[in-house]
């Protein structure tokens, strides 16, 4: 991900106390912890999902189960990405009909993202409800799509880039925001 960094959001301890702040508010917000699943979004919304789960099952003393999505078929920009699409596994060893299912996101900007990991959550069965945690909203929303849980509102220039790094893929946890080179 090319750019010059501008400003670090995050650090290490900033995105663990944001997650388990995160992690409160779902188990308040659904009553506990009954019926509930988090679904994290390929790539970074894995790693997020597994942390919020691990979180929760330490506050409450029961685990949940995670799976993760990959959105690739569902995009409604496939054709701008690529002639042949490389698919990488969705695994979700669980029905997702009659839960509450927490999608899992690093950083949420136009909403096609989101919007596409409901029509593939919708396509594996009938969920009792569909919430979003984006660890950062940056705005510039392109569809009628919030999250219901957000890490942090950086406001953003279209052009600047978001990245977020999680020590499982990068090797290391934070946040930058970059402009273009």
């Keep these: 991900?090319?750019?010059?960094?501008?400003a670090q959001i995050m650090d290490a301890a900033a995105m663990e106390r944001t997650l388990?702040?995160?992690a409160h508010q779902i188990v308040e917000k659904n009553h506990g912890t009954h019926g509930l699943c988090l679904v994290g979004i390929k790539t970074r919304?894995?790693?997020l999902?597994?942390?919020l789960a691990q979180k929760i099952a330490q506050m409450e003393g029961s685990a949940i189960p995670v799976g993760q999505l990959d959105i690739t078929l569902y995009r409604d920009d496939l054709t701008t990405i690529s002639d042949m699409p490389v698919v990488s596994d969705t695994r979700i060893p669980f029905p997702v009909a009659q839960r509450t299912v927490v999608l899992v996101d690093d950083v949420i900007f136009t909403g096609r993202t989101t919007r596409s990991?409901?029509?593939?959550v919708?396509?594996?069965?009938?969920?009792?409800?569909?919430q979003?945690?984006?660890?950062?909203?940056?705005?510039?929303a392109e569809l009628p799509i919030k999250a219901n849980y957000v890490g942090k509102h950086v406001p953003t220039a279209r052009s600047e880039i978001v990245s977020v790094k999680v020590a499982e893929i990068d090797g290391e946890d934070n946040v930058t925001i970059l402009g273009r080179v």
């Design 20 to 22: 388990l702040r995160i």
């Design 1 to 6: 991900m090319g750019g010059t960094k501008k």
């Design 122 to 130: 919708i396509a594996l069965g009938r969920p009792t409800s569909i």
């Design 49 to 51: 999902a597994q942390r």
């Design 45 to 47: 919304g894995v790693p």
């Design 132 to 140: 979003l945690f984006a660890l950062i909203d940056r705005g510039h």
């Design 117 to 120: 990991a409901m029509d593939a």
